[in-house]
């Protein structure tokens, strides 16, 4: 079964909406990112959590002290490396580790033999930002790299596209943000459908 990652939740309805329609992640940016929150409102939320959904922390470029010192005091399950890290800081998280790769084209790709890491997250390369930009990426290169690590797809993937995602990717598990938000808040209607598409397909 393909899992569901839903990102950038901030507000507690969005939690209550989580427990109700389960995805098996959620994710909390500690990022700079209008979806942002601080280690305060995250453990609050996390609080509302029911206990069986896996909390992803996502980073950009922070220290390793600093990430650990949130992944205890929240509880975090897994971190997601979202920005310019190397494998020796990857080493040092004391949790399972996403490192994200923002693809461009297919020699994007190389960097990942470069990771021991628990799963590689593919994402759309854009100039400006390090993620949550709700673009896509040329899907083909993921089936064609015959990746041999957990992964999961991220970037674009709205409840329209997202059965071509699974289909054409193989991903194990895809993670969307700004596809199930309107006007910059989650959409329940958008988080239901999209959930709705992905069991259809199993
Ligand atoms: O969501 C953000 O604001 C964000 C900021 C900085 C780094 C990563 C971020 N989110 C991640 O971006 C991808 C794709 O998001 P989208 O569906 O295209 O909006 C996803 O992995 C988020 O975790």
């Not at 010192?69 to 979202?82: A, E, G, R, T």
């Not at 899907?139 to 991220?154: F, H, M, Q, T």
């Amino acid at each position: 079964m393909t899992g569901i990652k839903i990102c950038g939740l901030t507000r507690e309805e969005d939690i209550y909406f989580i427990n109700s329609t389960r995805p098996e992640y959620i994710g909390f940016v500690f990022a700079k990112s209008k979806r942002q929150v601080d280690p305060h409102k995250c453990k609050r939320l996390i609080s509302l959590l029911d206990s069986d959904i896996k909390v992803v922390g996502v980073f950009v470029n922070s220290c390793p002290k600093e990430i650990n010192d949130i992944v205890d005091y929240c509880k975090i399950d897994i971190v997601q490396l979202h920005g310019n890290e190397k494998q020796e800081m990857c080493n040092d998280i004391n949790s399972k580790v996403w490192k994200a790769f923002r693809v461009k084209d297919k020699y994007s790709l190389d960097k990942l033999k470069e990771y021991k890491v628990d799963g590689y997250l593919l994402d759309a390369y854009d100039v400006d930002q390090f993620g949550g930009t709700g673009s896509s990426f040329n899907w083909s290169l993921v089936k064609d790299a015959r990746l041999d690590k957990e992964i999961i797809l991220a970037g674009g993937i709205t409840p329209d596209n997202v059965q071509n995602a699974i289909r054409e990717t193989n991903a194990q598990i895809i993670d969307i943000s700004s596809g199930v938000e309107t006007n910059g808040i989650k959409d329940f209607d958008k988080i239901k459908t999209l959930i709705e598409r992905v069991r259809e397909i199993g």
